[in-house]
């Protein structure tokens, strides 16, 4: 899930590893046909031709072993983590934490498509993609990525909705009657940037700033209830009665 800054929640649903490969298979035949095309136009240019050397066939074996990964890093990049076969089964390329794809991370991803083709390291990334909960592979790993259905559901979020309604845990916070602003402040901007940080900074903001004032205002853990929704529930709950909403 992505909080964006209007605080609407966005879920993405991580694409199966069927509709990775079927992507894949239409992304190949679609690159197969691309490339007897090209090898036809340079050989008809005489470039191919076993009487032919210098510069011109070095460029024109260089430029055929290179565009299977041009194919792939040319789309991601430009055509916001889309290839064909992707955007003909319903899935996209996006940064592990949601956000778009960058440009480096789709060249990042897509070199390593040839160590999917390594005996060795087809197998390591195939169990690797098990093993991980994005199922990611080695190429996704190496560049922060993930693959997700393009079907995505927006919500409202109740997580942190801060400027609409009344949480639903608000009840769960207490009166919060000696809650500071400064207080107000650094909760209310790490719930604004809670979603976006990788696990560790969660792990360790949640331990340096909501634990101590959780325990300083007698605010206790429910079980099963996420820190962050109590969180926005005190956030909230000083903004109304401060005038801050």
């Known amino acids: ?10 879920s993405y649903r991580v694409a199966r590893i069927g509709s990775r490969i079927s992507a894949k298979l239409l992304d190949f035949v679609i690159l197969f046909f691309l490339l007897w095309l090209l090898s036809s136009i340079l050989g008809r240019a005489g470039a191919l031709s076993p009487d032919v050397s210098g510069p011109i066939a070095v460029f024109a074996i260089i430029g055929l072993f290179f565009s299977p990964f041009l ?4 789309w991601e990049a430009f055509w916001g983590g889309l290839t064909p076969g992707k955007r003909a089964v319903g899935i996209r390329v996006r940064m592990a934490d949601g956000t778009p794809l960058a440009g480096s991370a789709a060249i ?11 005996p060795s ?12 909960e994005p199922s990611q592979r080695l190429g996704d790993l190496a560049s922060g990525t993930m693959v997700v259905a393009e079907k995505m559901e927006l919500t409202r979020s109740e997580i942190s909705p801060h400027t609409v309604g009344v949480h639903p845990y608000e009840e769960q916070v207490g009166p919060l009657r000696a809650m500071t602003a400064d207080e107000y ?14 696990r560790e900074l969660q792990h360790r903001y949640m331990v340096e700033i909501w634990e101590p004032f959780a325990e300083r205002h007698a605010i206790p853990q429910q079980a099963g209830v996420p820190p962050i929704l109590l969180m926005e529930a005190a956030v909230m709950k000083y903004g109304r009665q401060h005038g801050l909403l």
């Open 185 to 198: 402040v650094a909760i209310k901007r790490l719930c604004d940037r809670f979603p976006m940080l990788p």
């Open 108 to 118: 990042y991803r897509n070199m390593l498509l040839l160590a999917d083709f390594l």
């Open 1 to 10: 899930m992505v909080l964006t800054p209007e605080k609407v929640a966005v």
């Open 121 to 132: 390291f087809f197998v390591a990334g195939l169990v690797t993609m098990f093993l991980n």
């Open 71 to 74: 194919y792939f890093i040319l």
